[in-house]
């Protein structure tokens, strides 16, 4: 069979999942590299500052006066009254005894001072002697959590309100315990609900126990009541950045838009504006496909300099999937030169320049990625595609074989690495990745396809043809399997079975250029020069830079003496030398990036 050098078509275009869409293939490779990026979503911001910033149920890390929140201030204990006579506190605790007022002081101080096994010590002595003081068993909480006792605190805090259930601070530490170390205690965010319902029976103005049951209730999708909440609050507070990003998300599940839209607005106009409020309410607005807010409150962040390098990068995916290709290049930019040695961005940059056509950028950021991790397959696969995509099947070939190398078991890689090597001087090594391919996904009659294909190119006729009329009436791949049984009844020097093939194959493809071709041939050999040059000017109209189609018509011409054969021989010339002179172009970039 003639090797011509679009002759990828024969797989390209016939073979469901063989040239794999770029786009879709640098998401997978995405998907395995990011690391701690993950997908670009919410997860992703989380992960990358947790220095800074406190898991997901621990909700808020940057926090203003009026919303204390788990994570960013230690547990509350009990003041010390300011004078003697003040015998009862503002949480309705009262201690009477003036040698416990000072031994409280004295435990409040080791407890800020961190020394958790003073402050144990001295609570141990006061317990002895006052067994039902609340505040004691309170500021007990306070060291067990400092110790890392969660459930030791819990006990403590619970049989703090036990024997006084007015004390709001024990019910706020109760709550935040909940919050911030719900890995460590089960159903913590229903125990932190359930305890700030109790709080606001007795104390429904309490500002912090309305913020966090609001971002509790909307956790649990109840964004109705997470609303009345908020409207608890005083109204000052209810326009502060906290409450903004409460709002927008609560309206965006609730799918109001113009609310939602509204409060985004404000919210991202607002001074006291975070990255963690943003972070806060991002689930939702994914959850509920708004991710037109959660771009402008990124965008916000971004342009007032308070985005992290993560919520740069989700950003920069955002504007992707938007298709805002220079924004989201730009952004990803800056996050590229900000983590020079992180590969997801420059996975993302690649995929971002792949969409605006500039696959010589994208590949240098691939050859950067391949560069920090030269073992990861994912990364040799893409730029091998690539490679593949743009004819440069040398590059292709060898990016290829080393993903498929490092990962043997991919069958992505078996089917990308086995239609690479078809293409070269000896295509034998093709069908053991095709049959890899076939073992690790028998329920893609593509691959079948594939592996016929692959044994009609190595003159194996007769596998070819039992392997492809097993699938012949398969409906995706019928036309394939007919045009590569056309071509085996051709090499064969069965004329007519060859041509019933393929008109079968153009009947349910009829712009396939390479079959139109292929027919052209077989009359040619026939010496059927009128319908010869009928398919082969078929096929010129449907691709008029066809290598094959034009080397054909040329012959055709000059067997048959005719006078336009000069003028199509220069018009071959020219395509020869055009997609030559290309190749040797992009070779001198590929040099470049290695």
């Known amino acids: 069979m003639p090797k011509f050098p679009e002759i990828a078509r024969h797989i390209a275009i016939l073979i469901v999942g063989l040239a794999v869409n770029l786009q879709v293939t640098l998401s997978a490779s995405a998907a395995q590299i990011r690391g701690p990026y993950q997908n670009g979503t919410l997860d992703s911001l989380r992960a990358s500052s947790a220095s800074t910033q406190p898991p997901r149920r621990s909700l808020v890390a940057s926090v203003l006066s009026s919303f204390p929140a788990p994570g960013a201030r230690r547990v509350c204990w009990q003041e010390e009254p300011a004078s003697p006579a003040a015998k009862r506190t503002a949480n309705g605790v009262t201690v009477a005894d003036p040698g416990l007022r000072r031994s409280l002081g004295e435990i409040q101080q080791l407890i800020g001072k961190g020394d958790s096994a003073g402050a144990r010590a ?142 985004a607005q404000e919210l991202s106009q607002r001074a006291d504006l975070s990255e963690a409020n943003v972070i806060s309410i991002m689930p939702v607005l994914e959850k509920h496909h708004r991710q037109d807010l959660e771009t402008k409150l990124l965008a916000a962040l971004a342009e007032h300099k308070l985005a992290s390098p993560a919520a740069l990068y989700r950003l920069g995916v955002l504007y992707e999937s938007q298709q805002e290709y220079p924004q989201a290049r730009e952004t990803l930019e800056k996050v590229s030169e900000q983590q020079p040695d992180a590969v997801p961005p420059l996975i993302e940059l690649a995929r971002v320049a792949s969409n605006q056509g500039d696959n010589q950028s994208a590949l240098g950021y691939l050859a950067h990625a391949r560069d920090l991790q030269p073992a990861n397959a994912a990364i040799h696969y893409s730029f091998g595609l690539i490679c593949y995509k743009e004819g440069l099947p040398a590059e292709a070939y060898r990016s290829l074989k080393k993903a498929v190398t490092l990962e043997p078991n991919n069958p992505s890689y078996n089917y990308a690495f086995a239609s690479v090597a078809y293409e070269r ?29 692959a044994y009609v190119h190595n003159h194996d006729d007769e596998q070819a043809r039992r392997i492809l009329e097993g699938v012949v009436n398969t409906p995706q791949i019928a036309s394939g399997a007919h045009y590569f049984l056309g071509l085996v009844a051709h090499n064969q020097g069965r004329p007519d079975d060859a041509v019933k093939e393929l008109r079968q194959a153009l009947a349910l493809q009829p712009g396939f250029t390479d079959g139109w071709v292929e027919i052209g041939l077989v009359y040619l050999k026939q010496k059927r020069y009128p319908e010869a040059e009928k398919s082969l000017r078929r096929a010129i109209d449907l691709d008029p830079e066809s290598f094959s189609a034009n080397l054909n018509l040329m012959i055709l011409y000059q067997r048959t003496k005719d006078p336009r054969a000069s003028e199509q021989a220069m018009r071959f010339e020219k395509i020869r030398a055009d997609h030559d002179e290309w190749v040797k172009g992009f070779k001198r970039t590929i040099e470049v990036l290695r």
């Open 425 to 453: 001087l000896d295509p034998r090594e093709c069908i053991p990745y095709f049959k890899k391919y076939v073992e690790l996904e028998p329920g893609d009659p593509g691959g079948r396809l594939a592996l016929g294909a």
């Open 122 to 263: 001295l609570l141990a002595q006061a317990l002895k002697q006052f067994p039902n003081e609340p505040a004691l068993y309170n500021f007990m909480g306070a060291v067990e959590v400092q110790s890392g006792n969660y459930q030791a605190a819990e006990l403590n805090f619970q049989k703090t309100v036990e024997k006084s259930p007015r004390y709001a601070i024990a019910y706020l530490n109760l709550g935040r315990l909940y919050q911030q170390h719900a890995d460590k205690i089960p159903q913590a965010e229903k125990k932190a609900l359930e305890t700030y319902e109790r709080l606001l029976k007795f104390d429904p103005e309490n500002v912090e126990a309305n913020y966090q049951s609001a971002f509790l209730l909307q956790l649990q999708g109840s964004f109705k009541s997470s609303l009345e909440r908020l409207a608890r609050l005083p109204a000052d507070a209810q326009g502060i950045a906290q409450a903004l990003a409460l709002r927008c998300a609560d309206y965006a599940g609730l799918e109001e838009r113009a609310p939602a839209e509204s409060a």
